[in-house]
């Protein structure tokens, strides 16, 4: 009898204490965040986002480098003589089309390793996060402003400028050997020398980096072969 | 009220239809009300805001389009299920609740009957329900809705007994089963000299009717923390398993309109009925309906704020409450009121 009174005590002591919690509750400031309406203050220095002030970009592939996943597919041309590109915001001259800027946000691993390196400051993180598609080829990000005429026209003034190069070289040569076989004879001819030297010379660097540039890109290429082959064999044998 | 429609309404079976059919709308319009409060009250209670988005003002609208909805669903009957029984079921069952309001006097200008069983009445008829929801659970041909419908079956026979009981302690002080003269007799501002006549205030053994009375009507109308019957976190709904669409809806209101009706029954055996607290002020059959309304969705807000405090009994537990708590405290309480009825 006791026990059952003493017990019905606590049973009304503790549903009106209950009770007592939740009335405050029903009163006390909801936590809710009407997420489309009202949006939480995000926090600085959020990773949500890749973007690419693209006027900005010298086309130097260091964030390319640098990214763990290989999310970030650049493509360049070099300018040619005649077409000045400007600076960049930050003082650096402009020496390459940049015809393809490609993000791949389905592939990154948000993890900010582009951004340090880019000596430009180009490529941030933006507090942008409302970007989900229903294809994950949306999620490729181009940022560079290019037209295909524009890309194509680079190529041929870069083409012509080459040939252009080349043929006069050639005429370099040729006039070299001329002025050598002239020597041989004995005449001397030395005001025309260091100027074709020269020219030469950067005919030379610039055909040598573009065939430099197209091995490192086949070699990039057949590494990636090499490796999704690897990954695939891989596969199988786990199978 | 009959004298009212009347008045500009074609005698006979029109007036009857019409007369009929007010509970009917207070039942629909406090169901769309009732449950969206029931959100409110649990979002604000757990700090979250509920609907916010239908109709504009604090999602009002938002039992409304849940409705629309409902309607358009597929009505889907399981294949080995009792067809005739199982589409049966939620008829009889909101039949059942919806009858149980002719006693109920809304005001001191309408009550669908004044039959003099009144309150015998209301709690005959309401084990009609019991009888639906096992209809509903056995025809579904799902061990869930059976066992949620055994449940209810053993919790509304074993609770009956202390509503019952409780129910009796207050009609001895009337001496009536009607409940406009139950309303009646609480007119007036006797009491201490400014508290209302209500039964309530009527002696110290009335209080702890009520508080029997309103424990046991918890658990009659299957809500927290006697919900065992519906226990969606062990049973899936229970009974309600294999209903859908509006069949489903129809239990929903079945089960708000049993909080409306035991909370009436409750506001009119305790707390006067449709009289106004304030003596003469504001009163009138008008103001009786505003206050009869009031006094209800006061004691189902008190349902719902209980339901979002305390957790669910366990069958073992409800029953002990029951039979070794309720039942002797009510009975006790009888006897005390009883005595208290023939010294004073």
């Known amino acids: 009898m006791v026990k059952a009174l003493s017990d019905t005590y606590l049973t009304f002591k503790t549903i009106f204490t209950g009770m007592g919690i939740t009335f405050r509750h029903l009163f006390t400031k909801s936590v809710t965040v009407q997420y489309p309406l009202q949006r939480d203050v995000l926090p600085e220095r959020v990773r949500l986002k890749l973007h690419v002030n693209i006027d900005d970009c010298i086309g130097c592939r260091l964030c390319e480098r640098a990214c763990p996943v290989e999310c970030i597919d650049i493509g360049t041309i070099k300018s040619t003589d005649d077409d000045d590109l400007g600076e960049t915001s930050t003082g650096h001259k402009k020496k390459l089309w940049v015809d393809k800027f490609d993000i791949d946000m389905a592939k990154c691993c948000y993890c900010e390793l582009c951004v340090h390196p880019c000596p430009t400051d180009c490529i941030t993180m933006v507090e942008e996060?409302?970007?989900?598609?229903?294809?994950?080829?949306?999620?490729?990000?181009?940022?560079?402003?290019?037209?295909?005429?524009?890309?194509?026209?680079?190529?041929?003034?870069?083409?012509?400028?080459?040939?252009?190069?080349?043929?006069?070289?050639?005429?370099?040569?040729?006039a070299k050997k001329k002025k050598a076989e002239a020597q041989a004879a004995g005449g001397e001819a030395e005001g025309?020398?260091?100027?074709?030297?020269?020219?030469?010379?950067?005919?030379?660097?610039?055909?040598?980096?573009?065939?430099?540039?197209a091995a490192r890109r086949a070699e990039r290429e057949a590494r990636r072969a090499a490796r999704r082959a690897e990954r695939e064999a891989k596969k199988k044998s786990e199978e | 009220?009959?004298?009212?429609?009347?008045?500009?309404?074609?005698?006979?079976?029109?007036?009857?239809?019409?007369?009929?059919?007010?509970?009917?709308?207070?039942?629909?319009?406090?169901?769309?009300?009732?449950?969206?409060?029931?959100?409110?009250?649990a979002g604000h209670i757990q700090d979250r805001l509920g609907p916010m988005q239908t109709g504009g003002w604090h999602g009002w609208a938002q039992t409304i389009a849940d409705l629309l909805k409902m309607i358009q669903k597929e009505d889907i009957v399981p294949a080995k299920a009792d067809r005739f029984l199982f589409k049966m079921a939620p008829f009889i069952a909101f039949a059942a609740s919806y009858a149980a309001f002719v006693a109920i006097p809304f005001s001191s200008g309408y009550i669908g009957s004044m039959i003099d069983v009144g309150v015998f009445y209301i709690v005959a008829i309401t084990s009609l329900l019991s009888v639906s929801i096992i209809m509903a659970?056995?025809?579904?041909?799902n061990k869930w809705s059976l066992l949620g419908a055994m449940r209810t079956a053993a919790q509304t026979v074993s609770y009956e007994v202390p509503t019952v009981v409780t129910?009796?302690?207050?009609?001895?002080?009337?001496?009536?089963?009607?409940?406009?003269?139950?309303?009646?007799m609480q007119t007036g501002n006797a009491f201490l000299g400014f508290l209302p006549n209500w039964f309530i205030f009527h002696s110290p053994f009335m209080m702890i009717a009520f508080v029997l009375f309103f424990?046991?009507?918890l658990a009659e109308s299957h809500r927290v923390p006697f919900d065992l019957p519906e226990s969606e976190s062990e049973l899936v709904g229970g009974y309600q398993t294999e209903y859908s669409g509006m069949r489903w809806g129809?239990?929903?209101?079945?089960?708000?309109?049993?909080?409306?009706?035991?909370?009436?029954v409750g506001a009119t055996l305790f707390f006067g009925g449709w009289n106004s607290p304030f003596g003469s002020f504001m009163d009138g059959p008008v103001w009786g309906a505003f206050w009869m309304l009031l006094?209800?969705?006061?004691?189902?807000?008190?349902?719902?704020?209980?339901?979002?405090?305390?957790?669910?009994?366990?069958?073992?537990?409800?029953?002990?409450?029951?039979?070794?708590?309720l039942i002797p405290l009510s009975f006790v309480n009888l006897v005390l009121i009883a005595l208290w009825e023939m010294i004073f």
């Open chain 1, 129 to 174: 996060y409302e970007y989900s598609t229903y294809d994950r080829n949306d999620l490729i990000f181009p940022f560079s402003d290019m037209t295909p005429e524009q890309i194509e026209e680079a190529n041929r003034k870069l083409e012509e400028e080459a040939e252009a190069k080349r043929r006069k070289k050639e005429e370099a040569m040729l």
């Open chain 2, 137 to 141: 659970g056995w025809a579904s041909n």
């Open chain 2, 1 to 41: 009220m009959q004298q009212f429609l009347e008045s500009f309404l074609p005698a006979g079976p029109v007036v009857v239809f019409v007369f009929s059919i007010i509970p009917l709308m207070i039942i629909l319009i406090y169901a769309l009300f009732a449950i969206w409060l029931e959100r409110k009250v």
């Open chain 1, 192 to 213: 025309d020398k260091p100027k074709d030297a020269a020219s030469g010379g950067s005919a030379e660097t610039s055909g040598g980096g573009d065939k430099e540039k």
């Open chain 2, 215 to 217: 424990i046991a009507s």
């Open chain 2, 295 to 325: 006094k209800g969705m006061v004691l189902v807000f008190v349902m719902m704020w209980l339901r979002w405090t305390l957790p669910r009994l366990r069958v073992d537990q409800l029953m002990n409450l029951c039979w070794k708590y």
């Open chain 2, 250 to 264: 129809l239990f929903m209101l079945t089960e708000y309109a049993d909080m409306l009706l035991l909370s009436l």
């Open chain 2, 167 to 184: 129910i009796l302690s207050v009609i001895i002080v009337t001496g009536t089963l009607n409940l406009m003269e139950v309303t009646e």
